[in-house]
C-alpha cells in the first residue's frame, strides 16, 4: 500500500502491475474496499496493465486531513478525489474501471473530464444523465430500502450504531446465495471502521433524496455534471443479470448517452459484485473491448 497525500485526504491506494504498463484507475463500490477488484486487477496485470486502486474517502486507512472539511459523499467528490489523485500521480490518460459508486465516479470523470479518460468501464451500475436521481417504479424501489432507511433518523442512527451489520446486509441479498466467504467479508469490513464511514455513507444517499449541507468546492463540478447528458468516452457496462440492487432492466437502452459507443454485457449467473463473482468473465470483456478500440 502507498500513502499520499492532496489538498483534502490522505489517500492510501495500491500500485501494482506493469511499471510501464497500460495505466488503470480502479474504483471500488460501496459497501466493498479494494480487495473487490484484487482478483480483477491480477487478470489486468496479466494483460500488461498497471493498476491504482484506491480506498475511497471514508474507507479503511483513506483519511480525511482536517475535522472540519465536509464529510461529502456524494459521486462529484468521488470524482475529483479520483482527478487529485492521479494529477498528484502525474497520470495524463488511463482507463477508468468502477464497480457500483466507483462506476458512478466513472461516469462523472467522464463528463467533468472526458479528454483524460481513455475508455469507461463500469461494473453493476448504470448511468444517469445529467447525474439526476429520479424515484423508481415499485420494484425498484424495494430494492432501494436502505435508502429509504437512511433518510429517516432513526434509520441514520441504526447505520451508525452498527455499520458492519448493515454491510453485510447487503451483502447478504444483492446477488445469489452463497457468492462471498466469512472471510472475505470480515477482511473488506475492516474499512467499514473508518470512523468517517457512516457520515459518508449516509451523506452519500441522504443527499439524493432530502436537502443536505455539501462541500462548496464542488458546486461549479455538479453544476457541469447537472448540465451533461451524452459522455464523450467509449464506455463499456457490466451488469450482473442476477443483480438484486439494481434489475438489469433499468441500465437498458442508454446507447444515445454514449455517442463515442456504449457495449452492454450482462452476465449470467451474476449478482451486484461482477468483480468479485466473475473476476475472469470481466478481465475478459476489458480485454475485448479496449483491443476494439485501439
Known amino acids: 500500500m502507498k500513502r499520499l497525500t492532496t489538498d483534502l485526504l490522505e489517500i492510501t491506494y495500491r500500485d501494482e502491475g506493469h511499471e510501464r504498463g497500460r495505466i488503470a484507475l480502479l474504483l471500488h463500490g460501496w459497501p466493498d474496499d479494494p480487495g473487490g477488484l484484487s482478483r480483477l486487477a491480477e487478470n489486468l496485470h496479466r494483460q500488461g496493465y498497471r493498476t491504482i486502486t484506491p480506498w475511497l474517502r ?24 479520483a482527478i487529485a489523485l492521479m494529477d498528484a500521480l502525474d ?5 477508468v474501471i468502477g464497480h457500483d459508486w466507483g462506476g458512478r465516479a466513472g461516469y462523472h470523470l467522464a463528463a467533468l473530464y472526458p479528454a483524460r479518460l481513455t475508455c469507461l468501464v463500469t461494473l453493476g451500475i448504470g448511468y444517469s444523465p445529467f447525474g439526476r436521481f ?6 425498484q424501489a424495494q430494492l432501494w430500502w436502505y435508502q429509504w432507511l437512511m433518510t429517516t433518523e432513526g ?23 452463497g457468492w462471498f466467504s466469512e472471510a472475505d467479508f470480515l477482511d ?13 455513507t449516509l451523506h452519500a444517499y441522504r443527499s439524493r433524496w432530502r436537502p443536505e449541507l ?15 447528458g451524452a459522455l464523450q468516452v467509449p464506455t ?26 456504449l457495449r452492454r454485457v450482462i452476465l ?8 468479485r463473482e466473475a473476476p475472469e468473465a470481466v478481465a475478459q470483456e476489458i480485454q475485448g473491448f479496449a483491443s476494439g478500440l485501439s
Do not use: C, K
Open 58 to 81: 471514508g474507507f479503511g486507512p483513506t483519511t480525511f486531513r482536517h475535522e472540519t472539511t465536509v464529510r461529502d459523499g456524494r459521486g462529484v467528490a468521488l470524482a475529483e478525489d
Open 91 to 95: 497520470f495524463d490518460r488511463f482507463v
Open 134 to 139: 429520479d424515484v423508481p417504479a415499485f420494484d
Open 155 to 177: 434509520g441514520a442512527q441504526a447505520v451508525r450504531d452498527d455499520p458492519v451489520g448493515f454491510a453485510r446486509r447487503q451483502w447478504e441479498t444483492w446477488s445469489p446465495e
Open 188 to 200: 473488506t469490513a475492516r474499512s467499514f471502521e473508518n470512523p468517517d464511514w457512516p457520515a459518508i
Open 214 to 228: 455539501v462541500d462548496i468546492r464542488y458546486d461549479e463540478a455538479q453544476t457541469r455534471i447537472e448540465a451533461t
Open 236 to 261: 463499456l457496462m457490466v451488469i450482473g443479470e442476477e443483480d438484486r440492487a439494481d434489475y438489469p432492466e433499468s441500465s437498458a437502452g442508454a446507447e444515445r448517452w454514449f455517442p463515442l459507443g
Open 268 to 275: 449470467p449467473g451474476v449478482g451486484h459484485f461482477p468483480a
